[in-house]
């Protein structure tokens, strides 16, 4: 009688396809938002990659404008009406508050160094808001789609447990294709949150470091205004 399980057993279908099929609906809703959720991950993943190395390389061109020894001036005329990059747009929004803050008889208004710093770190805040955008979906699959698998699971072996008691037959061919397919959300509970745990970690601390440069390059461009503040 056993042989004759282990063989009725060995002839089910255990692929994934098969087992997702035989799953009750719950489950198959279940994997089907952690499948979902992955594929967005990944997309992510990939876009915050392509962002991040096009933000290193547009950093990158502009300090070596900006350190050129071409005059301010000169070059705020150049990227003034269209800033292509963060740096860029960093720079023409305390060009812009340097320039305001300068009255019709060549004086300067009260508080422009506080009004150039503001101006600045707002552009900041809103590239550093940009980089961010969709790292939070990334901790949000890392924290919850293990959970979410294991409810598919539980779920599944409920059921399993259901068709047993119906069935009243604990055989290897009844419990067996059950706790598999149950088993199988977990899987994919991990399957999604492992990569969007690890990129998310990694991407936090790529847009750290580059925002870090933003304001880097900031203080060293309020410093140089700073120098001509007090020559003024």
């Known amino acids: 009688m056993e042989t004759e399980a282990l063989h009725m057993a060995g002839e089910i279908d255990f692929s994934l396809i098969a087992l997702f099929a035989r799953a009750s609906l719950t ?15 990944w997309k992510i993943i990939v ?88 790292l939070p979906f990334l901790a949000t699959v890392g924290s919850t789609a293990p959970f979410v698998g294991l409810f598919g699971t539980v779920w599944g072996i409920k059921v399993a447990f259901e068709e047993i008691a119906m069935s ?5 061919v009844v419990v067996a294709p059950g706790i598999a397919e149950a088993l199988l959300a977990t899987g994919l509970g991990l399957l999604a949150a492992i990569p969007a745990v690890v990129f998310y970690n990694k991407l936090s601390s790529d847009s750290d470091r580059i925002v870090g440069g933003y304001e880097a390059f900031a203080d060293e461009f309020a410093t140089i205004l700073s120098r001509q503040l007090d020559a003024d």
């Open 47 to 134: 876009q915050k990659f392509i962002a991040y190395r096009a933000a290193r390389a547009e950093a990158e061109s502009f300090d070596a404008a900006f350190w050129s020894g071409e005059p301010l001036d000169e070059l705020f005329e150049t990227v003034a009406e269209a800033p292509q990059g963060a740096p860029e747009k960093i720079f023409v929004a305390g060009m812009a508050e340097w320039r305001r803050s300068h009255r019709q008889d060549g004086g300067l208004i009260a508080g422009a160094q506080a009004r150039i710093d503001r101006s600045m770190n707002v552009a900041i805040a809103k590239e550093a808001e940009r980089l961010n955008g969709g």
């Open 27 to 41: 489950v198959q809703i279940v994997m089907l938002m952690l499948i979902a959720a992955s594929i967005w991950s």
């Open 168 to 172: 009243q037959n604990t055989s290897l």
